[in-house]
């Protein structure tokens, strides 16, 4: 079946520091790639996404490369700040509609000022 | 105004009571989601519909009821609660099941069976 795998968390940075949340996938096919991000006491909201091989995703100063060769869609940005804290959640959208839309365990993030 | 809204926000109940949380989307998706959320699990799908009347089981259906009678709302019913479905859970409603379409969120319902 399909499965997410992310970087465990949390994870602790200063602010203006390089941000990377590893993620890779198992899917049928070319799956669609997402990330969402939760902020506390909220549901999850879509951050940012790309649809085939090489596209990149970005939003709000992250980004993300759909990397087919090595099935994976790292999320980046190059200097965070305290307001990136939340929780990250990388997302295969699979092509085949029996398949079931199955998230990532999320990443925490804590940016400290 | 127009989304997806998900009540009550929290709520506590007994072990053995029958508990329904409720999900309502005012943008007429098709499709509408069940998860869970636990510290260590991440998000679990518990059910799916793909339309009105149409329902399917999803990682972890066990204890869970669902329906889809109108295309608006999805509630999720606990039939007989146990602690181990404390829990937040999230509805979500997408418009198709395209390469392009992102799941839109409610804001969860906590849930506390004591």
């Known amino acids: 079946g399909n499965s997410v795998t992310q970087m465990e968390g949390p994870v602790t940075l200063s602010e203006e520091a390089f941000l990377t949340i590893n993620c890779t996938y198992t899917a049928t096919g070319y799956p669609s790639l997402f990330w969402y991000v939760q902020y506390p006491g909220e549901g999850l909201q879509l951050l940012l996404k790309a649809t085939k091989a090489d596209d990149k995703g970005s939003n709000k100063g992250f980004e993300a490369t759909y990397r087919k060769e090595t099935t994976s869609f790292h999320l980046e940005k190059g200097s965070v700040q305290v307001s990136d804290s939340a929780v990250y959640f990388c997302?295969?959208?699979?092509?085949?509609?029996?398949?079931?839309?199955?998230f990532g365990k999320g990443t925490r993030l804590h940016i400290l000022p | 105004d127009a989304g997806i809204t998900q009540s009550p926000r929290y709520k506590i109940t007994e072990t053995g009571r029958q508990v329904t949380l409720m999900c309502h989307q005012t943008w007429s998706h098709s499709y509408m989601f069940w998860y869970r959320q636990d510290l260590g699990h991440g998000l679990r799908l518990i059910y799916y519909?793909?339309?009105?009347?149409?329902?399917d089981k999803g990682e972890v259906p066990d204890g869970y009821v669902v329906s889809r009678s109108k295309t608006e709302n999805f509630p999720l019913t606990l039939e007989s609660a146990t602690r181990s479905q404390t829990s937040v859970y999230f509805c979500?409603?997408?418009?198709?099941?395209?390469?392009?379409?992102?799941?839109?969120f409610g804001n969860g319902t906590r849930l506390t069976v004591t």
């Open positions: 519909s793909a339309a009105a009347d149409i329902t």
């Open positions: 979500a409603s997408s418009d198709s099941f395209s390469y392009n379409s992102p799941l839109h």
């Open positions: 997302a295969p959208l699979p092509k085949n509609r029996d398949d079931k839309i199955i």
